[in-house]
């Protein structure tokens, strides 16, 4: 490993620095929540056309959804940046005929990304009505929707050095899912996909340097507590004698999403299906566990975050005072 003289460490540390806000984590790219919601009307040929109705939050702010006149199917979009928080509200109003009643149809998709929390959320409710034209047809009228949130971010790990052999600094990224997915109208399989991912890691200590480690999972069930977890080792550190240390960059990323396919007509749509819910609102926590010993922060901010916790090794010291304590008990009992 290189041994760099004081002067070059500063500098070091800036291009790492550099190299990481143009990289996947900055600012507002650092956490992202998406939500989705569509609403559509199909095979109602002799109805007018609905109309539209709701609201999105996008980081605190709230607007109207407006949809064009005359349109049987409206989709809106909605992202968050940093500490993003969406939510979203839409709901159409579908009359059969003139002069009868409007059918209210809501859906509601909501998502959650909080670095400083290390949370995910995520949420979609949908819905179905049959719809009774003049002359005793019956077609459908549906929401569908889609809903995900992912967090990236960039650490510098830094760990005591005095020269000699680097020490190995695993590193072990886990997200704890707690949620429920309901298939009512059975027209789609239902799922939620996460997926954890290192970069500037090896997947082990006597392994070569990865560029990225990677876990993506479906899930197809209610999920309670499920924890997922990726681990690997720090690699190509820069170390100094001079300083006493050693430093590492590597990144994280982790996401959840809605996942389904819902055939409509001749076409197939991704999204979760009319009268399906998913419900993940609390339903994502971040942990990163790192070394005792480890100083960690983020490359953004400079700041440490509550979620990234120091596991610690049993020392020589404790070791041995644990087998003279256990040699002890057996000349007792003898």
């Given at each position: 490993?290189?041994?760099?003289?004081?002067?070059?460490i500063?500098?070091a540390?800036?291009?790492?620095?550099a190299l990481c806000?143009?990289?996947?984590?900055t600012?507002?790219?650092?956490a992202?929540?998406?939500?989705?919601?569509?609403?559509?009307?199909?095979?109602?040929?002799?109805?007018?056309?609905?109309?539209?109705?709701?609201?999105?939050?996008?980081?605190?702010?709230?607007s109207?959804i407006?949809?064009?006149?005359?349109v049987f199917?409206?989709?809106?979009?909605?992202?968050?940046?940093?500490?993003?928080?969406?939510?979203?509200a839409?709901?159409?109003?579908v009359?059969?005929?003139?002069q009868?009643?409007?059918?209210?149809?809501?859906?509601?998709?909501?998502?959650?990304a909080d670095?400083?929390?290390?949370?995910l959320?995520m949420?979609?409710?949908?819905s179905?009505?049959p719809?009774?034209?003049?002359?005793?047809?019956v077609?459908s009228a549906?929401?569908?929707?889609?809903?995900?949130?992912?967090?990236?971010l960039?650490?510098d790990?830094?760990m005591p050095w005095?020269?000699g052999?680097?020490?190995?600094?695993?590193?072990?990224?886990?997200?704890?899912?707690?949620?429920?997915?309901v298939?009512?109208?059975?027209?789609a399989s239902?799922?939620?996909?996460?997926?954890?991912?290192?970069?500037?890691?090896?997947?082990?200590?006597g392994?070569?340097?990865a560029?990225?480690?990677?876990?993506?999972?479906?899930?197809g069930?209610?999920?309670?507590?499920?924890?997922?977890?990726?681990g690997?080792?720090?690699?190509a550190p820069?170390?100094?004698t001079t300083?006493?240390?050693?430093?590492?960059?590597?990144?994280?990323?982790?996401?959840i999403?809605?996942?389904?396919q819902?055939q409509?007509l001749?076409s197939?749509i991704?999204?979760?299906?009319?009268?399906d819910?998913l419900?993940f609102?609390?339903?994502?926590?971040?942990?990163l566990?790192?070394p005792?010993g480890?100083?960690?922060t983020?490359?953004?901010s400079?700041?440490g975050?509550g979620?990234v916790?120091?596991?610690?090794?049993p020392?020589a010291?404790?070791?041995?005072?644990?087998?003279?304590?256990v040699?002890?008990l057996?000349r007792?009992?003898?």
């Open positions: 490993m290189p041994n760099l003289p004081p002067a070059c500063p500098a540390l800036r291009l790492a620095l806000c143009a990289g996947p984590w600012g507002a790219a650092a992202t929540a998406g939500v989705q919601t569509s609403t559509g009307l199909t095979g109602l040929a002799t109805t007018a056309a609905p109309s539209f109705t709701g609201t999105v939050w996008q980081d605190g702010v709230s109207p407006a949809a064009p006149a005359g199917g409206h989709s809106a979009d909605a992202y968050g940046g940093t500490r993003a928080a969406v939510d979203q839409l709901s159409v109003s009359a059969p005929a003139p009868v009643p409007g059918l209210p149809l809501p859906a509601t998709a909501h998502g959650l670095i400083g929390a290390g949370r959320g949420a979609v409710a949908t179905f009505t719809v009774v034209e003049p002359g005793g047809a077609t549906f929401t569908v929707g889609r809903a995900g949130a992912e967090l990236g960039g650490f790990v830094v005095s020269g052999v680097v020490p190995t600094v695993p590193v072990t990224l886990r997200l704890t899912l707690d949620g429920t997915l298939d009512v109208a059975n027209e239902v799922g939620l996909r996460s997926t954890l991912r290192l970069s500037n890691v090896a997947a082990g200590p392994g070569a340097p560029a990225t480690l990677e876990s993506v999972q479906d899930f069930t209610s999920l309670s507590g499920h924890r997922l977890s990726l690997g080792v720090l690699v820069t170390c100094s300083y006493g240390v050693c430093a590492w960059y590597f990144g994280l990323y982790a996401s999403e809605s996942t389904g819902i409509l001749s197939t991704s999204g979760v299906a009319a009268g819910s419900d609102t609390d339903g994502a926590r971040i942990e566990l790192v005792a480890a100083t960690v983020d490359v953004v400079g700041q975050h979620w916790t120091a596991v610690p090794e020392s010291a404790a070791l041995l005072a644990a087998g003279l304590a040699l002890g057996l007792r009992r003898r």
